[in-house]
């Protein structure tokens, strides 16, 4: 299994990228999928989830701003993140855990840094 995650990159404050997580060896329609971030010195944490035919979840933070969805023709899911501020500068990794059981998988992570 691989969640390769890209998109990431430097961006000024109010910009926009999008990320992806590319997974190999599961499906991301049968997947929890989720985006974490972990920025220097501070605890990694959760960004956004999806489910498997449910609907988003979105960390305070992220509300309003950040858009995850998933598309199973690509097996792929991305991370749209908008009106980016400093505060968002991290790590961001893709997270897919099972249905059934406790397979957690994580991608090598990508970075994102916003200058103001």
């Known amino acids: 299994v691989q969640l390769q995650a890209s998109g990431g990159g430097l961006v000024q404050a109010g910009g926009s990228l999008r990320l992806s997580c590319a997974a190999s060896?599961?499906?991301?329609?049968?997947?929890?999928m989720g985006w974490y971030r972990q920025a220097p010195g501070k605890q990694r944490e959760l960004v956004a989830t999806i489910p498997p035919g449910g609907s988003p979840n979105y960390a305070d933070s992220a509300k309003g701003r950040f858009t995850i969805r998933r598309d199973i023709a690509l097996n792929t899911v991305f991370l749209q993140v908008n009106s980016l501020k400093p505060e968002d500068t991290a790590v961001y990794y893709c997270?897919?855990?099972?249905?059934?059981?406790?397979?957690?998988?994580w991608g090598q992570g990508t970075q994102v840094t916003v200058s103001s």
């Open positions: 997270n897919a855990v099972s249905t059934v059981g406790t397979r957690t998988y």
């Open positions: 060896g599961i499906g991301v329609s049968a997947y929890f």
